[in-house]
């Protein structure tokens, strides 16, 4: 079993839409979660990140954590072209301030088209 | 805004030869990782490095590789004798401390074996 699983799509949403990507993973002891966006032929870009089960909101994007389920979650509200990218979720079973360094296992990536 | 950058964007090189990629950290990180994307794949960690030694390596980072830190601002990943498999996206993060932990990555540096 793969230790992080993400549908790579591609998923193509009208402008304005909510979307929704999402992450499950296998490895219970992984603790830290991010996502991350990549434009194509770039580096990855840290969106967001979060330590715990919950929601956390920054603008038009929400994380969600599931840990109980093994599942991550971005949302992204009023979606713009501009938002047009690989989404990656990246995790890790060691917090970076207990720990300094840490690697971090990614998803494949969800490739995001939003259409004007 | 501070970034971390790579060099060079692209690489090409013939089977068998010796590559270094380099990197430029964010001025005040201390802790640094390489990464490669194949094409295709998932983005996979390499290795990591601080205080002037490997923290971490994953089963992909063999005798093949080593990382230096030659001076205070740059970071190399070397490949001593290229295969066909490593043609790939490698790319190099860094991450601080006390609050700016976080990993931030590079542009990526292309490399082509031929």
């Known amino acids: 079993q793969k230790e992080v699983e993400q549908d790579p799509g591609p998923l193509s949403v009208p402008e304005g839409a909510i979307v929704s990507l999402n992450c499950t993973y296998s490895?219970?002891?992984?603790?830290?979660f991010m996502w991350y966006r990549q434009y194509s032929r770039k580096g990855p870009e840290l969106l967001m990140y979060?330590?715990?089960?919950g929601n956390k909101e920054d603008g038009r994007f929400t994380a969600q954590v599931d840990k109980s389920s093994k599942y991550i979650s971005l949302f992204i509200r009023d979606s713009q072209p501009s938002d047009s990218a690989t989404y990656l979720c990246?995790?890790?079973?060691?917090?970076?301030?207990?720990?300094?360094?840490?690697?971090?296992?990614f998803g494949k990536g969800t490739k995001l088209s939003v259409i004007p | 805004e501070p970034e971390v950058t790579q060099t060079p964007s692209h690489q090409v090189t013939q089977m068998g030869q010796e590559v270094i990629l380099r990197c430029v950290p964010i001025s005040n990180h201390l802790y640094f990782y390489w990464y490669r994307q194949i094409l295709g794949q998932k983005v996979e960690f390499l290795v990591s490095f601080y205080n002037n030694e490997i923290s971490e390596k994953s089963e992909i980072f063999d005798d093949q590789f080593s990382v230096e830190r030659p001076d205070g601002s740059n970071f190399t990943l070397k490949i001593r004798s290229t295969k066909l498999e490593d043609s790939a996206m490698y790319f190099c993060?860094?991450?601080?401390?006390?609050?700016?932990?976080?990993?931030?990555f590079g542009p990526g540096t292309r490399l082509t074996v031929t």
């Open positions: 993060a860094s991450s601080g401390i006390g609050g700016d932990d976080e990993q931030y």
């Open positions: 979060t330590y715990s089960s």
């Open positions: 990246a995790m890790s079973a060691t917090f970076p301030y207990e720990a300094g360094s840490y690697q971090l296992t």
């Open positions: 490895n219970s002891a992984f603790q830290y």
